[in-house]
């Protein structure tokens, strides 16, 4: 029998999802979800660091569940669940805690960003401090293998590596496998569509550098004809990110979702005009985005199959994380 590896990969509901969080993670968990184990987590933890509204941070769980679905996540084929739901998580992230140095957590990155505009002491939060662990003991509790991440996570990923093997140095013994990370390839990170020189987020100000999964027709026409080209004259579809970041991005979109290679493309639209390549783009944007749109309405409804699809993932994780988290605490000396 060959025993599959398993995959940890997990998405904040924090609101709605853009075709950025469609290619740069639900794609890749459609590839893994036959191939690998895997563990697809909903890390309502992770959202509170932001959110403090018990309606919002509920449907937010709905939503995204039914967003995960509407795509072709198959609950058969992999383990969906809510990360509140294990309570190993917070077992884990204890112990880390105290295996992990606030020089450490000092240095990342997403921390000192989102602290940025913030009135140092007074309204930061600790999770959002610690929302590495937290990030550390989703991956460590699975025996991991692989995570599936975009380069904004890399430096998490690096600190749980360091964190698994600074632990397992201390004790001489494998306690925790070493978990690699994946990062997905060139459409992962979709560019803001007014400013490719940036990634496409969700919280921009400027909601026309953003397609959500769920924009009207309407909507997606005016936005991918509002999005940024070049000036090149005769035009040119042609990808190179750095000269040309705008129709290289349209590219990326046009090729995740039709799964046509760039190169494929750029032989298809030789000829064409900037607004000729974004007629095709929004005519394949739109048909695509329907299917998604359609699929979630079905299940959004379904509040009782939603409720039972957590249900069967919570009992099929806990089921491993209760025996790992054991075997964790044993080697540790704790929790006889
Ligand atoms: N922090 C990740 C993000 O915002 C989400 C996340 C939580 C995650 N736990 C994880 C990603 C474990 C990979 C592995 O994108």
């Known amino acids: 029998m060959i025993i599959k590896k398993n995959i940890f990969s997990a998405i904040q509901p924090t609101g709605k999802l853009t075709i950025g969080h469609y290619i740069g993670v639900l794609k890749n968990w459609l590839y893994y979800q036959n191939k690998y184990n895997c563990f697809f987590c909903i890390a309502d933890m992770h959202a509170l660091t932001g959110i403090k509204n018990k309606i919002k941070i509920k449907n937010n769980i709905y939503d995204l569940l039914s967003i995960i679905l509407a795509v072709g996540i198959n609950p058969m084929n992999c383990t969906i669940f809510l990360q509140s739901n294990i309570i190993e998580h917070i077992k884990l992230y204890w112990l880390l805690n105290c295996y992990t140095y606030i020089g450490e957590l000092n240095r990342m990155t997403q921390f000192k960003d989102k602290i940025k505009n913030k009135n140092k002491n007074n309204n930061i939060n600790c999770g959002l401090f610690n929302y590495p662990i937290l990030m550390s003991s989703d991956i460590l509790l699975y025996n991991t293998d692989y995570v599936p991440i975009g380069y904004d996570q890399i430096q998490h990923l690096e600190l749980t590596r360091l964190i698994a093997k600074r632990i397992n140095k201390i004790y001489s013994k494998n306690i925790f496998n070493i978990p690699k990370y994946i990062l997905a390839k060139n459409g992962s990170k979709i560019m803001s569509l007014c400013n490719p020189y940036?990634?496409?987020?969700?919280?921009?100000?400027?909601?026309?550098?953003?397609?959500?999964?769920?924009?009207?027709?309407?909507?997606?026409?005016?936005?991918?004809?509002?999005?940024?080209?070049?000036?090149?004259?005769?035009?040119?579809?042609?990808?190179?990110?750095?000269?040309?970041?705008?129709?290289?991005?349209?590219?990326?979109?046009?090729?995740?979702?039709?799964?046509?290679?760039?190169?494929?493309?750029?032989?298809?639209?030789?000829?064409?005009?900037?607004?000729?390549?974004?007629?095709?783009l929004i005519f394949e944007l739109i048909l695509f985005l329907k299917k998604i749109k359609k699929n979630y309405i079905f299940f959004r409804k379904k509040k009782n199959f939603l409720k039972k699809i957590l249900l069967n993932g919570k009992l099929k994780a806990r089921k491993i994380a209760k025996k790992n988290i054991l075997h964790i605490y044993k080697n540790i000396g704790i929790n006889y």
């Open 198 to 280: 940036k990634k496409m987020s969700k919280s921009d100000i400027n909601k026309n550098n953003i397609i959500f999964l769920l924009d009207s027709s309407i909507k997606i026409k005016n936005k991918i004809n509002n999005a940024l080209t070049d000036s090149q004259y005769p035009p040119k579809i042609l990808y190179n990110k750095i000269k040309k970041p705008g129709i290289s991005n349209l590219l990326d979109i046009f090729s995740s979702i039709k799964n046509i290679s760039i190169y494929k493309l750029e032989k298809k639209f030789i000829n064409f005009s900037y607004n000729k390549f974004k007629k095709e």
